[in-house]
């Protein structure tokens, strides 16, 4: 028998499906970008997304720059997991930064001589609610006399033949009656159960108990799933429109009622659509779509301020101290407390200066800072800082 390698997948899901899912994720924030009236492309200053008021990137930028990072080394890594099967021997090369020795499965380089192997044992994992977890947790184990190799036996794909993995719809499936068969005709195992035929092979379903092992399964309740769907389009709304918009100072009190009735409304409709869940999944899911609601809520006045008020007024305002300027007709401006305070004190008290402010009709304003920002980013540029 010729050599048969073997690739590693970290995902159950078909190539195709798994393409479709992040397609449709892609999609929906791309549709939400567009919802939202941008400006043309050539007017956006993209510096605003990634720069803070002093023309500094954020420390949480980094953070998430660095979590990508660690994102695209395990990625790579994965990548690089192969297993090699030949009449005599298994050779198994797992870096360890797929981090799959956290989840208690071999890493590393072995060659394992077929006949050192004493048992194979087969462990599929039938407690939990849906075929994603129960085959992310099954296990095959190479049992030695010096040491025991795990491997998971339903994400190698054999090199050269079609893709044996699951589609979307079967993998929120119930998979208490189908892991076993599915781990069992994987190709790694059917392969090895071939090729060591002598050797006692065993299949010992394992019943995982838990708080995560018999929870419901929100995706086969539709009203849970269009809960899911706007818990999804609110979250992107508010935090895209939320960094859309940072260039813009609410002036004035937000009136509560917006809030109070956005999540009243949230609140019902959640519960109302939850009818027939459990009632902590029911309760849980609706709580977390009132929040989502109110979070978005904020944004969304400042979207509705620059809708019916498109055109900012130019008003000037006396500066009566450092940071702080005042008008007879609108509400103060206070910088004092400002992550740019030198910028603010390089500015004479007692001047007149000038911002654009869009008027709600609800009792508070907007002011455009943008003016300000690139202003003050000049200023840090010229003093070296």
């Known amino acids: 028998m010729g050599k048969q390698r073997f690739l590693y997948s970290a995902s159950i899901l078909k190539t195709s499906h798994l393409f479709a899912v992040i397609g449709a994720l892609v999609t929906i924030l791309l549709g939400s970008l567009l919802l939202l009236q941008l400006p043309e492309l050539g007017e956006l200053d993209f510096s605003k997304l990634y ?3 002093q023309g500094n990137v954020p420390f949480e930028l980094y953070l998430l720059a660095l ?11 994965n990548r690089q997991v192969w297993l090699k099967l030949d009449s005599e021997n298994l050779t198994i090369h797992i870096p360890r930064l797929t981090g799959l020795g956290l989840m208690g499965f071999t890493t590393g380089d072995h060659r394992i ?3 050192v192997i004493r048992k194979i044992e087969l462990t599929p994992v039938t407690g939990f609610r849906n075929m994603a977890q129960a ?3 099954s296990k095959l184990s190479l049992v030695t006399e010096r040491r025991t190799y795990r491997l998971q036996p339903y994400h190698f794909l054999k090199e050269g033949e079609p893709d044996h993995r699951i589609g979307i719809g079967s993998a929120f499936g119930k998979p208490k009656t189908r892991v076993e068969a599915l781990i069992n005709e994987a190709p790694l195992v059917k392969t090895l159960s071939r090729i060591t035929g002598n050797v006692d092979f065993t299949s010992t379903p394992t019943d995982r108990t838990g708080p995560l092992a018999n929870h419901f399964n929100l995706l086969k309740h539709k009203g849970m799933v269009l809960q899911l769907i706007l818990l999804a389009a609110l979250g992107t709304y508010a935090l895209v429109d939320y960094v859309l918009l940072t260039n813009y100072l609410v002036l004035g009190d937000l009136p509560l009622w917006p809030f109070v009735s956005t999540g009243l409304l949230a609140g019902v409709l959640g519960i109302r659509l939850g009818s027939g869940a459990p009632r902590v999944e029911r309760l849980g899911l609706a709580t977390l779509l009132c929040v989502i609601a109110l979070a978005a809520t904020y944004p969304g006045l400042q979207r509705y301020t620059l809708m019916v008020s498109p055109e900012p007024l130019s008003v000037a305002y006396d500066s009566t101290e450092t ?10 401006i206070n910088q004092r407390e400002s992550s740019i305070p030198e910028y603010w004190q390089s500015l004479p008290s007692g001047e007149v ?3 654009f402010l869009h008027e709600s009709g609800l009792g508070f ?6 003016t ?4 003050s980013r000049a200023f840090y540029r010229a003093n070296g800082r």
Do not use: I, R, W
């Open 353 to 355: 200066y000038t911002f």
């Open 372 to 375: 300000v920002y690139e202003k």
């Open 323 to 332: 940071g702080y300027f005042q008008h007879s007709h609108y509400p103060a």
């Open 365 to 370: 304003v907007l002011v455009d800072m943008a």
């Open 135 to 137: 085959l992310q947790q």
């Open 67 to 77: 979590c990508l990072l660690l994102g695209c080394v395990v990625a790579f890594a």
């Open 113 to 115: 001589p077929l006949n």
């Open 51 to 53: 720069l803070d008021e």
